[in-house]
C-alpha cells in the first residue's frame, strides 16, 4: 500500500469514528431529552391535585402530591406537611409534618419556614428549640411573610406579647379540614404590562408592631414618633385587625408608603439603629 493509499485510508476510517461518536452523542442528548420529558410528563398538575383536595379525597390529592414534592416541588412539600400535621389522608403525624415542611423550608418557601419555626417553638413533631425557630421566624420575615413578622414583633420587649395558642393537643386526637387557597401565587410578581398615566406602582409598607389591642398598636406608634421625630414626620400609618380561627386576633402596625423596598429597608436599619425595635418591610402589597 502506497504512502498516499495508506494515509486516504486513515482518513476514512477516523472519519467513521467521528461520525460514530456524533451519532452517540447525539443519542444521549435525545435520551436526555426524552427522560427529561417523560419524568415531566409523569408528573401529576398541580391543579389536578388541588382539585382532589378540594373534593375532600385526600388519599389521591396526597399521592399527586408526594409525586409533585418527590420531584422538587417545594410547595407540594409545604402542603403535604400541612396533610400530616392535620390527619388529611394519614393518620395525624406531627413528625413527618416537621420533615415535609423542613424540606420545603430549605427551598426557601416562605410559608414552610414559618412552620417549622413554629412546631420549633412549640416543640411540635421535634424537639422544642427557640434559637433555630427564631433563625427559621427571620428566614421567613425577611422574605415579607407576614405571618413570621407577626410573631416577631409580638415577640419584641417593648410589645404586649400575645402568647400562641397551644392548640397541639387537638391537632393529635382530631382530624381537621383546612381551607387551602391553591389559586394564590407562591411568590409576588411585578406586572409586565405597560403602566397606564393612572397606574400607580404598589407601595412598600413595614411592619413596627402586632398588638392585643387597637389602642395599644397606636401608642406604640405615638412612642415611636417620640423616639424618631425626623424620621417619622408626615409618614402615614395604619392600624388593621387581623385573625384566624382559633387564635387570638392582633392589630398590626405598618408604617410608610416606600416607593421601594430598599427605601423600607433603610428606614427600618434607622429604626432599629436608634430605638432597637423590630422593623419589617412587608414585600407583598396583598398581605
Not at 425626623?230 to 408604617?255: C, G, K, M, W
Request: net charge neutral.
Amino acid at each position: 500500500m502506497s504512502f498516499s493509499e495508506s494515509l486516504s485510508h486513515s482518513s476514512v476510517s477516523i472519519s467513521n469514528i467521528m461520525r460514530r461518536g456524533l451519532c452517540r452523542a447525539s443519542a444521549l442528548v435525545l435520551g436526555v431529552f426524552w427522560l427529561a420529558w417523560a419524568h415531566s410528563a409523569a408528573v401529576p398538575d398541580f391543579d389536578a391535585a388541588a382539585e382532589a383536595y378540594r373534593a375532600n379525597d385526600f388519599v389521591t390529592a396526597r399521592a399527586a402530591f408526594l409525586e409533585r414534592a418527590n420531584a422538587g416541588d417545594h410547595q407540594s412539600m409545604a402542603i403535604l406537611g400541612m396533610m400530616s400535621r392535620f390527619g388529611e389522608g394519614v393518620p395525624v403525624d406531627l413528625t413527618d409534618a416537621f420533615k415535609w415542611y423542613l424540606a420545603a423550608a430549605q427551598a426557601s418557601h416562605p410559608p414552610a419556614q414559618f412552620q417549622v419555626a413554629r412546631m420549633l417553638n412549640l416543640g411540635e413533631g421535634v424537639a422544642a428549640d427557640e434559637q433555630r425557630a427564631q433563625y427559621w421566624f427571620n428566614q421567613a420575615a425577611e422574605q415579607g411573610y407576614a405571618k413570621a413578622i407577626d410573631q416577631l414583633t409580638q415577640r419584641s420587649p417593648e410589645s404586649v406579647i400575645a402568647a400562641p395558642v397551644d392548640d397541639a393537643a387537638t391537632d393529635r386526637v382530631k382530624t381537621i379540614s383546612r381551607v387551602w387557597n391553591f389559586q394564590l401565587p407562591t411568590t409576588f410578581k411585578k406586572t409586565e404590562l405597560p403602566l397606564s398615566k393612572n397606574h400607580q406602582l404598589p407601595v412598600v409598607r413595614v411592619q413596627l408592631g402586632a398588638m392585643k389591642t387597637k389602642d395599644a398598636a397606636i401608642d406604640l406608634w405615638s412612642l415611636i414618633q417620640d423616639e424618631l421625630p425626623d424620621l417619622t414626620l408626615n409618614l402615614p400609618f395604619t392600624v388593621s385587625h387581623y385573625a384566624e380561627p382559633n387564635q387570638q386576633s392582633i392589630f398590626r402596625l405598618r408604617v410608610g408608603e416606600f416607593q421601594s423596598t430598599d427605601d423600607g429597608q433603610f428606614f427600618c436599619r434607622q429604626v432599629k439603629k436608634v430605638s432597637r425595635r423590630p422593623c419589617w418591610v412587608i414585600n407583598d402589597p396583598s398581605q
